[in-house]
């Protein structure tokens, strides 16, 4: 594969070794500053990833602000695989257990909250009961230790990539 800077509008060819020290450089800022970067890999509305090239402009900067758009594709790709198992999970959870789990929990009455986590220790996925303490969970909190157990046996993938194991 070539490689090529741009240097006053001409076009240069460059080395595997010159443009992986260049990606180097330019790849220690911050996964939030966009400023300095030409090419970046953006998320659109139909979950697909594409080449985004840096410019100012209105739809761009609401992509960045939003969360939309990655330094390389593959954290563009894994985003996207993310958000799609996080979504699978929670049409689940509404379609088989009848509720939102955003939306049901009641925090005034210290009811049960179970939340799905990965056990780091244990190499497993497991899940621990909240009445009051709000942690977040990218799937929710669910009203039963069986229906956190059932998540965790019929999502064992989508839970690999939510929690990046």
Known sequence: MNNYIYIDGKKIEISEETANNLKEKFNDKSPYDFD??????ILNGKGEVGNSYRYIDSYQNGAIKQGNVFRTKEKAEHERDKREAIFKIKKYVYDNFGYDPNDWADWENFVSKYVVSYDNDEKE???DCYYNFRYYSPIGYLKTKDQAQEIIDNFEDELKIIFNI
């Open 125 to 127: 996925f497991a899940f």
């Open 36 to 41: 300095n970067l030409r090419e970046t890999y």
